[in-house]
């Protein structure tokens, strides 16, 4: 139960990390400021990576949801 416990935090710390990151750079997508999205967005995919490579979420899932938000600054960019 112990053990459960610390992993639980751990993870949850770490979910909340990339969570926030997402929301950073959606918003900045939103308000069209593309300078603060493609800062955010090296942000967000470090902290998905990170994520990954600890197994809170699974890799694929990672990917997508980088190549997702990749697609959006860019168009944003292209704007």
Do not use: W
């Not at 990151?21 to 918003?27: D, N, Q």
């Not at 470090?46 to 600054?73: E, F, G, P």
């Amino acid at each position: 139960m112990r053990v459960t416990g610390r992993k639980t935090e751990k993870n949850r710390k770490i979910r909340g990390s990339f969570r926030s990151a997402i929301k950073m750079t959606k918003e900045a997508v939103a308000k069209g400021d593309a300078k603060a999205a493609q800062e955010s967005l090296k942000k967000t995919m470090k902290a998905l990576d990170k994520a990954a490579q600890k197994k809170v979420i699974h890799k694929n899932t990672a990917a997508r949801t980088k190549s997702r938000l990749n697609k959006t600054v860019k168009a944003l960019v292209k704007k």
